[in-house]
C-alpha cells in the first residue's frame, strides 16, 4: 500500500466517523435550541478528536447571545457521554465543544447554513474590493448576499476568495493627553 493511499483510507474513516456524529449529535442540540456549525474530526497517532462549534438557533453571530460560558462544560460531558454510548467501536476520543466566534469563516455546508441572516464579508478573487451584507442563501454552488444600496448579489463559488462572518468592532475613542 503507498503512502497516498494510507492518507486517503485515513481521511474516508475521518469523513465517515464527522458524518455519524453529525447525525447523533445535530438532533439532540435542536431539543436544546441549538445548531452545529462545524464539526471537526482529526484522526492521530494520540487518538481521535473530536472539535464542534455549536451555537443558540438564530442567534445573532456578535459574541453575546450565543450559549453561556457555564453551558459549555455541561454540553461537553453530556455529548461525550452520548458519543460514548453510540460509538463503541471508535477508539478513545478528545471532544470539545466550543463558540464559533465572531470573525468565523463560512466554508463547509454546516457554516454556510449557519451564516443565513448573518452579516458576511466576501473577498474576491480577481477583485480587490469586498462585498459586506446579509447572507440570504447558500445553494451548492453559489451564495446570495444582500446589501441595503443594491439588493441581492448571487456569487459563484469559484469567484469566491473568502467568506467570513463580518463584526465590525467599534474603533478605540481617542482620549486627551493630560
Not at 138 to 153: I, Q
Request: proline letters at 6%; charged letters at 30%; one cysteine or more.
Amino acid at each position: 500500500m503507498s503512502p497516498d493511499s494510507t492518507l486517503v483510507v485515513g481521511m474516508s474513516r475521518a469523513a465517515e466517523i464527522r458524518d455519524v456524529v453529525i447525525g447523533l449529535v445535530q438532533p439532540l442540540l435542536a431539543v436544546e435550541g441549538l445548531i452545529l456549525v462545524e464539526c471537526v474530526v482529526a484522526l492521530s497517532r494520540g487518538g481521535l478528536r473530536l472539535d464542534l462549534a455549536v451555537d443558540r438557533e438564530g442567534s445573532p453571530a456578535d459574541g453575546v447571545h450565543g450559549l453561556t460560558l457555564g453551558e459549555y462544560p455541561r454540553l461537553t460531558r453530556y455529548l461525550n457521554d452520548v458519543l460514548e454510548a453510540e460509538m463503541p467501536d471508535v477508539a478513545e476520543f478528545r471532544l470539545t465543544v466550543g463558540s464559533p466566534g465572531i470573525n468565523r469563516r463560512l466554508e463547509s455546508e454546516l457554516e454556510l447554513e449557519w451564516g443565513i441572516g448573518k452579516r458576511v464579508e466576501v473577498r474576491f478573487k480577481k477583485r480587490r474590493d469586498k462585498l459586506v451584507g446579509l447572507l440570504r442563501a447558500y445553494d451548492g454552488e453559489s451564495v446570495t448576499v444582500e446589501t441595503p444600496a443594491n439588493g441581492a448579489h448571487r456569487i459563484k463559488g469559484e469567484e469566491i476568495a473568502g467568506l467570513r462572518l463580518y463584526f465590525p468592532f467599534p474603533k478605540p475613542r481617542k482620549t486627551k493627553k493630560r
